[in-house]
């Protein structure tokens, strides 16, 4: 099982990101789909979740703002990210999940891509 994550990078605060996660090793349309993130001196943390029916629900801070969808034909997952904030600025990752968020445990943990909003 291997996630890679990419599309992080500097941006001003109001400013967007596409984070994309490619998943491989596993039926990827038989799987709910998170992302999570990991803030400096934090603890890990869910940002989103889609099921495998493309349902979807996001932590409270990032309602209205984040966007996840996923393309089952190419094994990826997406995070639409507008009208970021200092507080976004963390490490964000991708990992299949329960519908309800929690990351299963099979698998090693991707590298992360970094989101850093700075003026």
């Known amino acids: 099982v291997q996630f890679v994550e990419s599309g992080g990078g500097l941006v001003q605060p109001g400013g967007s990101l596409r984070l994309s996660c490619a998943a491989s090793?596993?039926?990827?349309?038989?799987?709910?789909m998170s992302w999570y993130r990991r803030a400096p001196g934090k603890q890990r943390e869910l940002v989103a979740t889609?099921?495998?029916?493309?349902?979807?629900n996001y932590e409270d801070s990032v309602k209205g703002r984040f966007t996840i969808s996923r393309d089952n034909e190419k094994n990826t997952l997406h995070l639409q990210m507008t009208r970021l904030r200092f507080e976004d600025t963390a490490v964000y990752y991708c990992?299949?999940?329960?519908?309800?968020?929690?990351?299963?445990?099979?698998?090693?943990w991707g590298q992360g891509t970094q989101v850093t909003v700075s003026s």
């Open positions: 090793g596993i039926y990827f349309r038989d799987f709910s």
């Open positions: 990992r299949h999940s329960t519908q309800s968020g929690a990351p299963l445990e099979w698998g090693s």
């Open positions: 889609i099921t495998v029916a493309g349902n979807s």
